[in-house]
């Protein structure tokens, strides 16, 4: 900007555009099997990356998966769309998982710790143990043991790194019917994870932010917005746009979050809710 304020003949030579380009990065989505995450992950083949691992846990991939795959085969880019079953609960298989990544690409740049899950709502003094435990193990556990495969490998390398992890809405405001304790709670930690690690590792030039959707179209949601006829309709009356968000409309932002062109942004939680916060 000073030289173009200085030079009135100085042409810039980089384009905007190009600080989104994620060429040659390669990246791991978990949960990449369907829903947020599979948007995410083609996002990232069609920003050019070498190549995008889906870990989810499905022996097998989705047949949503396998036709993105196939997309991503005719864009012509050199991009590829890979999967791996893997269990976000499980630290060891996450950590070894993601290092043989490393070893077959020698480098992790990108990494979204997306999968979650949500359980129907239970009202709050009945919650046992086991039915929080199983939200936290996916929903905290999970993004940690996902975050430390990704950071090590990004370590390893000695390369900048991205960690997008998936909070919500939920984490920081309360649903009105129900409390959705396990659910709500899981997404809070989430929020205050991502801000330490992103302190940890920011001397790395790791950088974490997280990025919290308001409610969307997925087959998380399906499952309670399908069974009650005017469900749709009261969500939608949730935030001031007045709808449901499409799991696509979370492309740009992940995109902008794991390349250079978010290179100062970290330890952020980036809000994506149709303004549902801010009402
Ligand atoms: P989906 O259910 O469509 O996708 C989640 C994926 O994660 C599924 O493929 C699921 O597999 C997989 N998964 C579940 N458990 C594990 C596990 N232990 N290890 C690996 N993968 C697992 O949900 P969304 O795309 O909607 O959700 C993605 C993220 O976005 C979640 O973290 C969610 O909390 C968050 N979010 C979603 C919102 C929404 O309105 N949809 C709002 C705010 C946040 P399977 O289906 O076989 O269980």
Redesign the pocket.
């Known amino acids: 900007a000073e030289k173009a304020a200085s030079d009135p003949s100085y042409k810039p030579t980089s384009k905007i555009f190009d600080e989104f380009a994620l060429t040659d990065r390669v990246g791991i989505v978990?949960?990449g099997?369907?829903?947020?995450?599979l948007e995410i992950a083609l996002a990232f083949c069609e920003a050019g990356a070498r190549a995008v691992y889906c870990?989810?846990?499905?022996s097998a991939p989705s047949e949503e998966w396998t036709a993105c795959r196939d997309f991503v085969e005719k864009l012509g880019n050199g991009s590829r769309l890979e999967y791996v079953a893997?269990?976000?609960?499980d630290q060891k298989a996450m950590w070894k998982a993601v290092e043989e990544i490393g070893d077959r690409e020698q480098r992790v740049d990108m990494c979204v710790a997306?999968?979650?899950?949500?359980r129907p709502p239970i009202p709050c003094l009945e919650v046992t143990t086991a039915q929080f435990q199983d939200v936290m193990g996916?929903?905290v556990n999970?993004v940690l043991y996902t975050a430390q495969a990704a950071g090590r490998q990004m370590s390893r390398f000695g390369r900048p790194g991205s960690i997008i992890t998936?909070?919500?809405?939920?984490g920081s405001l309360t649903n009105r019917d129900h409390a959705w304790i396990p659910?709500n709670t899981s997404?809070s930690a989430v929020l205050q994870m991502t801000r330490s690690l992103a302190c940890e590792l920011g001397p790395k030039n790791i950088r974490v932010n997280s990025l919290?959707?308001?409610?969307?179209?997925?087959?998380?949601?399906k499952a309670f917005l399908d069974r009650t006829p005017g469900q749709l309709e009261i969500w939608s009356d949730l935030n001031p746009l007045k709808r449901i968000?499409r799991?696509n409309e979370l492309r740009g932002v992940a995109t902008w979050l794991a390349s250079d062109a978010s290179s100062f942004c970290t330890g952020s939680d980036i809000l994506v809710s149709g303004g549902h916060h801010a009402w």
Do not use: E, F, H
């Not at 893997?86 to 609960?89: N, P, S, Y």
């Open positions: 978990t949960g099997n369907a829903g947020i995450g870990l989810d846990i499905a893997a269990d976000v609960r997306n999968a979650g899950v949500l996916i929903n999970g998936i909070g919500s809405i939920s659910y997404k919290s959707p308001g409610y969307i179209y997925t087959n998380m949601t968000g799991p």
